[in-house]
């Protein structure tokens, strides 16, 4: 009866112990949910503060295939942007987030809506002393495998003509 008491006590325990490490991440990632969703209503709201969420050697990737950028390049690509009442809005529809085991690495993909309709990004954070910075990002317009052909012939005519090289 003692075992039986003592299984049933340690069994109780380690599920506690468990559920303590699963709240815990649940906790973490929580904060992470919203420093990306404060990160994108920084772009719809030109603060510049976007880009201090940003590492200083961070890369972005946007949707064209030019768009390869530094923090400070892409801060300057952007000027015009956050110039305005609004640079882009993107609202994660779903967002998965993944940890190293030490919890200072995180990366993440997210299906966004976007002013260019349904996007996906994904991107990977640095927990620092100062808090969370984006080290990659990468964007891209998610396209229908219904469309996808009728997207990659658009898209190759358009590079064939002189003035897209």
């Not at 503060?49 to 969420?53: C, T």
């Given at each position: 009866m003692k075992k039986i008491l003592l299984g049933f006590y340690l069994s109780i325990v380690t599920l506690g112990v468990f559920a303590q490490v699963n709240d815990g991440d649940a906790a973490y990632k929580?904060?992470?949910q919203t420093f990306l969703d404060q990160w994108?209503?920084?772009a719809a709201n030109t603060r510049w503060?976007?880009?201090?969420?940003m590492a200083k050697n961070a890369?972005?990737?946007g949707t064209d295939k030019t768009e390869l950028w530094t923090r400070d390049a892409f801060r300057i690509w952007a000027k015009p942007f956050f110039d305005r009442r609004s640079a882009w809005t993107f609202k994660a529809i779903k967002r998965n987030i993944y940890l190293s085991e030490?919890?200072?690495f995180i990366w993440f993909d997210e299906l966004l809506n976007t002013q260019m309709g349904i996007c996906q990004a994904?991107?990977?954070l640095r927990k620092t002393e100062r808090g969370f910075e984006i080290e990659h990002y990468q964007l891209s317009i998610a396209v229908p495998n219904e469309v996808a052909n009728e997207v990659?012939?658009?898209i190759k005519?358009?590079?064939a003509k002189p003035a897209a090289k």
């Open positions: 929580q904060e992470i994108h209503d920084d503060s976007y880009f201090d969420k890369v972005y990737i030490d919890k200072t994904s991107g990977v990659t012939k658009t005519d358009f590079e």
